[in-house]
Structure formats: structure tokens, C-alpha cells
């Protein structure tokens, strides 16, 4: 059985202290990003075009490989304190790359400002463009770097983990398929973890593809590529990543819930059928993205339509039943944690839901890049995998008895998730009334009716993100103040195998 | 070409949808939160949750193969659309829109077109629409600030959108996909008379 001695899991600890520490410094820039852009957008202040479309590709680029970092750190530090041996000298140099990654990417956008959106949506980034031409370079550069860093520690995670666990095979849960007793017991997050992975390597490889596909044409100019197929990559490796973060949150919710509820969670036929059918549309759902791209063939559209319906399934009928299970008569004391889990499952259902709408070609004629798309991602990013990550921080800083106290941390959390879902309902409106999104501002539009309605939604919208920063920033003195404090490593943190 | 008349907006069968089901996780969450007070022996809840899941599975299953069966019939897709009356061509560059009717047997970087164009209403009409540097999206708003219609139009392919315009009027076309600093600034429109 695996041993992992308290000294590790206190290195351990610390790096994923340092993690959430750069992640709480990040995570409010990013915000007051989005802050300004709305501002802009509600004409409150004049930011300028190549400056808001500078910070758009910040905000898009950050937020999304931010929230993934910090869900891969926690699911590494949660895997590395219980389930299997994880090279810490590795962690830390992933850590590195990715800050130099992430610098690579302030310089270009607020020295050069690259303003080609998070996507790079090729041929953008060498046509037209009114950035410096060295921050299209820079950039491929830098998310080349990252793109490296994530690599080598999914790829060690799944390593150390088929290492521990007797092969591949076992990781996905295959052996309680068949009739043969099962000898050793797989942790439902360690399987959640490997199905979030596996995708994450092979849709970083196509992003590996794109990026130096993009870096041969700024080096060679002459160079042209199929925009189809580029396009095709980048959103498989987009969507692929932000559904990642999203799975990885839902590991540690698998491993921490019953921690709170007394209830096992365990592995089963059902719940390796369910996660092996989520790997599989992870794969095919991101062909969505391409639905107004008519000349895409019309069995990857139609695929498209089919994963994201049936993604619905095993993540509704088996993970939110599965909470259900967790949370229903417990007694469970609604600490800050488990209320964290419990919400941020909510947001994910609700934001699934949105999204399956627009998953339908027929209503995605209507929808496609209004702001109903980041209303949708904002419900499960925002409302889902954020309020996981602060789940997560607060089990990571208080003990159980500090988080049932801390009404102050509870009241924080509250005013972000009613401003948070009051932000994205005015996402929500925005594309129900067809405002379009990445538009800088609203002013030029010849249309009144769609000029107002945007301005005054993006002001609502201004007001509400003040109110989450207000509700972040008592969050923050709560899991800052305990945060760097020692504690007595509990027992639960020691190996279970 | 397959009309089925939903006696509703798209956007307003969106928000419905969407509404009811966020009405739905919210009651969950406050059954969950307001109930969890007391203590039942886990088997027994564990029986209670399969049962419900069962019958949930049940429903949501069907609820998807309708919907597929329903969606799948209404695709803005070639092989799904009827014979057009008339045709037009649209090139899109940064930042600007350029119509003409008829099929255009030009490179669109040398297509000459306006940014205005009149057609006729209650006519089948399919856009031909490409562009000449980067990738845009071709959308139709009518005057009350809808979209009606919409494609990509992305350099060395041409995406065909047919539409009917039902009433008479102004029709602006907006940009919808980012293509550069002035993106939110490329508009056109078809006057229909």
C-alpha cells in the first residue's frame, strides 16, 4: 500500500500554497479587465478600441489558463497527498514555465498590444493587425511554453497514476466491468482525473499543432494554412481545456464531499460508464463551435449536436444525483465548503443547461456569438469552477471548525454568487435581445434599440462586479489571514491508497 | 426546406427553456439546504436518489430524442434548404461589407461591391458569402434588433445562407466575429422593397 510520509504532504502543501497564492494575485487583475471592458461598453469611461481588445485577449487568455491551473494544482496536491507519488522538483518547474509563459503574455499584450482574442483566430494575428508584429510572436511563443508546462504535468499525473494503480486500463475503472472481484479499490478521483487528462493531452497536442503552424507562417509570412482546419484546432483544444477545468473541479468534489456528509462515494459500474461516456464526448462536443462555419462537413456538425445533448446525461443523471445522494438528509453542517461544492454544482447545471441550448444548431442560428455564449461560460466558470477553487482554498486554510464559524467568509460568498449570477443575467439578456459579443462598443451600431439595451445592460453588469469584488474581498482576508498559518496535517491527508 | 412554426422566438424558446430549468437546480439547491437538517440512514436515501434517478433518466432521455428529432429537421445547412429565387454575393473584408446579386465569378480580394443592396420580400434569397483577408460572420438584423439569420464568412470558403425576408424594411448586417480593432464598427444593409 502506498505510504506518503507527513513530510511530503507538507512540501506538498507548500506548493500548493504558492499556487493559490499567484492565483488569488491574478485572479482580481483578470477581473478588473472584464471590469473595465464592461465600463467601456456601458460608456461610463473611454478605454479605446486596441486597448479593450488587448485586454479582451488578456482576460480571455488568463481566466482560462488560470482557472485550469489552479484546478490541475489542487487536483495535484490532492492526488500527491493520497493517491500516488507525484514529483514535486516537476511541479515546480511546471510552475516556472507557466509564469514565464503568463509574463511572455502581459508583455505582448500591454507593451505590444496583441489584441487577437484568446482564440488567435487564424489568419487574424498576421492580417490587419494593428499590434506589434513582435507580440504576435511573442505570444505563439509564450502559449507554446505553457502549452509545454501543462503537458509534462498531466502527462506525470497520468504516469504516476497508472503507475500506482496497475496500469491504464485500471485508471479509466475498466476492471469493474467485468465478473472478477475488484482487489484494490480505484478513488473515484483518480479515475476523474485520468478521464480529464486524456483529453487534455490529445487536445494540447492540437494545440501544439496549431500554435506551430501559426509560428512557422510569422517567421515564413508567405506560408498560408487552411483556416477550416486551424479553426477546427483551436477550438478542440479551447473547449477541450475549459471542460477539463470543470472535470478536475469535480474530482476534488468527488474526494472532499463525503469528507463533509460521512457518506462514502465510491466507484461503480454506473459511475464508470457515466465518466468513460463524458471522455468520449468531451472529444466531439467542441464541434459546436463551428456550426455557423457551414461548409464544415455536416456529420461533425450533427456530431456536435449529438455530445453536448448526451454529455447531459452522465453528468446530470450520475454526478448531480450523485451529490443529491451526498447532501439529502446528511446532517451535513453547511460549512463554507461544502455550500461552496453544493453552489458551484448548481452554477455548472445551470450554465449546462444554457449551454445545450445553444449546442442546438437551429438555436444557435439565432444565438451564436451574442452574449448568450458568455453568459453560458460565465455560469460555469464564474458560478461553477470558481466557487469549486474557493471550496477548495477555504478546506486548504481553515479546519472544519473555523469554516463553520467564519460567517464573514460565508456572508463574502454569498454577495459574490448573488452579484456573480446578477453579472451573467445580464449576459443572459444581452443575448436574448442579440447583442453581439467582442464588440468594443455598442455606439456605432445602427440600431438604437440594440445600442441602448447593450450600454445599459453592461452598466447593470458594472455595478454587479463591484459588488463581487466586495464579496471576494472578504473571501480573501478570511483564507488570507489562515492561509500561511502551520496546521497539524490531518488524518484523513495521510495515504489511503 | 422544413418550416415547423414554433409560435415563439427562437431567443424567447431559449430564455424559457433555460428560465425553467434554472428554476428547477434553485429548488433543488434550497430542498437540499432546507432538509438536510434531519438524518435518514444513508442506504435508505441511497434507494429513495436511484429511484429518482431512474425516472429522471427516463425523462431526459426521451426529452433528448425528441429534441434531436425536432432540431435535426431545421438545419441552416445546403442540403437542407429549398431552391433560391435570387442570388447574392458577399465579400467581407476588414471592415467593410460588399454585396452584389448574382454569383460572382471573382477573387474576392478584387470583388467590387456595395454595402447597400435591395431585394425583394417574401423571397427565398441565398447569400454567397466568403471573405478576402480574415474570418468575419455575416448577421442579419431586422429593425427591431434581432437576429434573423446568420454565417460565417471565413477566407477560402463560401458558406450559403438562404433566408425570407418577411417584411418590408431595413435589414442591417453585423459583423460577428472578431476581425480586428474596428470590428464593431463594419456594418451594411438590404433594403427591402
Known sequence: ????????????????????????????????????????????????????????????????????????????????????????????????????????????????????????????????????????????????????????????????????????????????????????????????????????????????????????????????????????????????????????????????????????????????????ATLFFIMFAYFHHLYMDFVQPLPFQVAGQLASYFSAIPATVVTMFGVIAQLYHSKVKWGIVPVSFLIGVAGWAIGGFAAVVDSTIAVNKILHNTLWVPAHFHTYMLTGVVLFIFGFLFYLSHTKEEQYKDKFAKFGFWLFVVAGHGFIATFYSGGLNSIPRRFADYKGIPISSTHYTGALLAQIAVYCIIALFIGLFIMYISILLKLGKRRQIPLSQLADG | MVTINLFMTIQMAAAIISFLAAILVVSVVVFLMTTSGREEDKTSVKHKVYKMRGRYFLILGSCIIVLLFISLRLLPYKSFQGKADEVVTVVATQWAWKMESGISDKNPSQFIGSNEITLPPQKLIKFLVTSADVNHNFAIYNSKGEIVGQTQAMPQYTNELQHVFQDKGDYRILCLEYCGIPHAYMFATIHIK
Not at chain 1, 514565464?100 to 500591454?110: E, N, S, T, Y
Not at chain 1, 509570412?221 to 478542440?236: A, E, G, H, S
Request: charged share 10%; with cysteine.
Open chain 1, 1 to 276: 500500500m502506498l505510504q506518503i510520509s507527513p513530510v511530503e504532504i507538507k512540501k506538498q502543501r507548500k506548493f500548493v500554497v504558492i499556487w493559490s497564492i499567484t492565483f488569488l494575485i491574478v485572479f482580481p487583475l483578470l477581473i478588473l479587465l472584464g471590469l473595465l471592458m464592461r465600463m467601456n461598453q456601458g460608456e461610463m469611461i473611454k478605454i479605446g478600441m486596441d486597448k479593450f481588445y488587448m485586454m479582451m485577449t488578456l482576460h480571455g487568455l488568463g481566466m482560462s489558463g488560470l482557472l485550469f491551473s489552479m484546478a490541475f494544482a489542487a487536483l495535484w496536491y490532492l492526488i500527491s497527498t493520497r493517491y500516488a507519488k507525484l514529483n514535486i522538483g516537476l511541479g515546480y518547474f511546471v510552475y516556472v514555465l507557466i509564469l514565464l509563459g503568463v509574463v511572455g503574455l502581459a508583455i505582448a499584450g500591454l507593451m505590444g498590444k496583441f489584441a487577437a482574442g484568446w482564440y488567435l483566430l487564424y489568419p487574424l494575428p498576421f492580417k490587419g493587425a494593428t499590434w506589434a508584429a513582435w507580440s504576435t510572436g511573442l505570444s505563439i511563443i509564450s502559449l507554446i511554453v505553457l502549452g509545454v508546462a501543462w503537458l509534462a504535468g498531466m502527462l506525470h499525473v497520468i504516469y504516476a497514476l497508472a503507475k500506482e494503480y496497475g496500469g491504464f486500463t485500471n485508471l479509466l475503472g475498466w476492471q469493474y466491468l467485468g465478473r472478477k472481484e475488484v482487489k484494490r479499490e480505484l478513488p473515484p478521483i483518480v479515475m476523474i482525473a485520468t478521464i480529464s487528462l486524456i483529453p487534455g493531452v490529445i487536445a494540447f497536442l492540437a494545440g501544439a499543432v496549431f500554435l506551430v503552424m501559426n509560428l512557422l507562417q510569422y517567421f515564413e509570412p508567405t506560408l498560408t494554412f487552411d483556416p477550416l482546419l486551424l479553426k477546427n484546432l483551436v477550438f478542440f483544444f479551447g473547449h477541450t481545456l475549459v471542460n477539463i477545468t470543470l472535470y478536475c473541479c469535480l474530482g476534488w468534489v468527488y474526494a472532499l464531499l463525503p469528507e463533509y456528509t460521512g457518506r462514502e462515494w465510491k466507484v461503480n459500474k454506473v459511475l464508470v460508464y457515466s465518466w468513460n
